[in-house]
């Protein structure tokens, strides 16, 4: 070690942090809320499940409740375009998330990738699904920030033409979705949540930028 | 809250009896890595005053996403990093907050009774912790985490979700910056 290592080394044992009580003071917070927190997490997953379900069936009744679901989404500003035959840049190993309220498709491994950046948090609306009887939704740990991995297919994205209309696609992606304060991320088509996860931590896309 | 057994168990295995709502093994996990905990949320955040509380939140946090964990790396590297998000955060809300009007009371030493040797001592340590606290995020999180807290290189990848190579480019840069950060304090002190 050089000598300023050595110097910050020296400051593991003189910052005048306190542990006293730590351990304490976080069981004292666990017991206050536990039971309560369990249940509102299991009742958050419930309601994504319950709001999903409602704006599908929605979508399904009338074709202009799309237009309503789209605002709530803040899918009105975005363009989500999907072409088999478009020639797509793979990603690069810099790959930034895309602007708020905007929808990016990359090519990672020969599969189309699409990446969303939304307003909205996990606990508030998030993009609408049809859900299978095979579609599961677990909460997952995507770099440290809450996320849920829903998988099963099939699922319906919704997206408008340059035309203004709203158009329903179904496709076969599975998505995660992660929330970093205000700001929802999603990313669409791994077959996996491992690959996901991969995807999102060697571009350190779940990191929070200073 | 301890109890004799736990001390002997790996974090893997405190992290499947806390995921089985085994409160005093989720406690040994907060026992053995809060000492490092608190130093990652001191440096990062800049202030040793709200390190505890950023650790508090952290690791209630940490006890939420018990069965998200999936394993990748090690249970350390995961609870400092949730520790190491958190404390970004709350600078980021710091900032948005208060614009760093200052009033934070940034990287403290402990300054206790002592021989004339232990507190010249003292004010080194001072000097440095207060230049490493004047370094960009970017640079303090890479100094905290590879030195103050002594991780290895792979470790700090894992912790600040960066690859191996970034961290050693960042490490580098950052311990110029702190070089030079000194060099101006100390210039600072010799005209006063």
Not at chain 1, 157 to 168: A, I, K, N, P
Not at chain 1, 178 to 207: C, H, M, S
Not at chain 2, 163 to 186: C, H
């Amino acid at each position: 070690m050089t000598n300023l290592e050595v110097r910050l080394a020296d400051l593991a044992h003189v910052l005048d942090v306190e542990e006293a009580g730590l351990v304490d003071s976080i069981a004292a917070r666990l017991d206050r809320s536990s039971s309560s927190g369990e249940r509102r997490a299991h009742r958050r997953l419930q309601m994504v499940a319950l709001f999903v379900l409602i704006v599908a069936a929605a979508v399904a009744l009338h074709p202009d409740s799309r237009r309503v679901v789209a605002r709530w989404f803040g899918l009105n500003q975005v363009r989500i375009e999907r072409d088999a035959d478009l020639d797509l840049p793979s990603a690069p190993v810099t790959f930034e998330l895309p602007g708020l309220g905007e929808s990016q498709i990359i090519e990672v491994n020969g599969r189309q990738i699409m990446v969303s950046t939304i307003y909205g948090r996990l606990g508030g609306p998030i993009m609408q699904k049809t859900l299978g009887s095979s579609t599961s939704i677990i909460e997952v740990d995507v770099a440290g920030h809450l996320g849920l991995w829903i998988n099963g297919a099939p699922h319906e994205v919704m997206y408008e033409t340059s035309d203004g209309s709203v158009v329903v696609e179904r496709v076969a992606g599975n998505t995660l979705l992660w929330e970093v304060g205000d700001v929802l991320y999603r990313l669409e088509g791994f077959d996996n949540l491992d690959d996901a996860l991969k995807f999102v931590g060697t571009r350190a896309l779940g990191a929070v930028s200073d | 809250m301890r109890s004799t057994d736990l001390t002997e168990c790996d974090d893997d295995s405190l992290l499947a009896r806390a995921r089985k709502d085994d409160r005093p093994a989720f406690g040994e996990l907060v026992r053995r890595h809060q000492h490092s905990a608190l130093r990652v949320a001191a440096v990062i955040s800049g202030s040793t005053e709200e390190a505890k509380d950023i650790v508090q939140d952290a690791f209630v946090n940490v006890h939420r996403k018990l069965n998200s964990y999936r394993g990748t790396g090690s249970v350390r590297s995961w609870m400092l990093r949730v520790v190491a998000n958190h404390a970004k955060n709350h600078v980021r809300s710091r900032i948005r907050r208060i614009r760093r009007e200052d009033h934070h009371a940034g990287l403290l030493v402990r300054m206790e009774d002592g021989t004339e040797q232990q507190a010249v001592q003292r004010l080194e340590n001072l000097v440095v912790a207060e230049a490493l606290g004047r370094l960009q995020l970017k640079d303090r999180e890479v100094l905290g985490c590879r030195f103050v807290v002594e991780m290895s290189e792979a470790e700090t990848a894992e912790v600040l979700n960066v690859p191996v190579g970034t961290v050693k480019s960042r490490t580098s840069r950052a311990l110029a910056k702190l070089q030079s950060e000194l060099e101006r304090a100390e210039s600072k002190e010799e005209h006063s």
